[in-house]
């Protein structure tokens, strides 16, 4: 596959899940919360999923940041069964892997 087709998306999770719109048209990376993982919604795959090439810049500034955005978590749940959940319907348009860590 040439790096030119390839498709990247983001999800984290806590006690919530959180996207990341990183469309580039945008400026800088879109955090979007989900705050009931019991009834979840899904914005659209093709915000969240976007190619690798044209949205570079967008993804590294979001790598770059992404530890300060949860640097004064301390809860304790998780939410990684929705986020896995999410995570499926994004890719299962077009298939793909999925990496959790």
Not at 24 to 51: A, G, R, S, W
Not at 70 to 90: D, G, P, R, V, Y
Request: glycine share 2%; charged share 15%; hydrophobic share 45%.
């Amino acid at each position: 596959m040439s790096s030119e087709r390839v498709k990247i998306a983001f999800l984290s999770y806590d006690n919530n899940v959180q996207f990341y719109n990183l469309k580039p048209i945008l400026k800088q990376p879109q955090m979007l919360v989900m705050t009931d993982p019991e009834n979840f919604f899904m914005p659209q795959p093709e915000d969240l999923l976007v190619n690798l090439q044209e949205s570079y810049d967008l993804i590294m500034n979001l790598l770059d940041n992404m530890p300060s955005y949860f640097s004064k978590s301390t809860t304790a749940e998780s939410s990684f069964i929705t986020a896995l959940q999410c995570a499926n319907n994004i890719i299962k348009v077009i298939g793909g892997k999925m990496i959790f860590f």
